[in-house]
């Protein structure tokens, strides 16, 4: 395996891993979502779960912890005024206010090194609770 340096300011390495997925979703459109995951011990970002084409925006808004950060990456489908169909990446940057402040000061840390990983993200939220990240504020941000 192999591992980018790109993170080396916060210590943080992206897994090769992260990057393919990110390819995949973006590419191929496999996933609908992808959740990564900072482990502490390894100094590194991985991939913590993917989302099926199928899943819908609560499944993948469910699959982000209640009390920890995470970063994660969501296809958002949607149709203009003009009635066309367009997509975009969206990256949120997951930091509940009951999570740890070790666990926000490193995601907050290792956020824009691990982003510019992923070549092709379109709208970038920052949220601390789910309000934050609703589909109505995707759209607002998308369009």
């Known amino acids: 395996m192999f591992f980018s340096q790109a993170n080396a300011a916060s210590g943080m ?5 992260c990057k393919l997925r990110f390819l995949d979703l973006k590419a191929k459109r496999t996933y609908r979502f992808i959740v990564y995951k900072i482990e502490e011990k ?4 991985v991939v913590e779960k993917l989302g099926e084409p ?14 920890e950060c995470r970063y994660a990456v969501y296809d958002f489908d949607f ?5 066309v169909p ?3 990446i969206v990256f ?3 930091s509940p206010d009951t999570s ?7 995601y907050a840390s290792s956020k824009d090194r691990f982003k510019r990983e992923l070549d092709g993200i379109q709208v970038e939220l920052q949220a601390t609770d789910p309000t934050e990240m609703g589909l109505d504020v ?3 941000r998308s369009s």
């Open 100 to 106: 740890k402040v070790r666990s926000k000061m490193i």
């Open 138 to 140: 995707i759209r607002s």
């Open 92 to 94: 949120i940057a997951w």
């Open 86 to 88: 367009r997509s975009r």
């Open 54 to 67: 199928t899943d819908s925006y609560e499944d993948f808004s469910a699959s982000l912890p209640a009390d």
């Open 42 to 45: 390894q100094k590194q970002v």
């Open 79 to 83: 149709v203009t005024e003009e009635n």
């Open 13 to 17: 390495a992206v897994h090769d891993d």
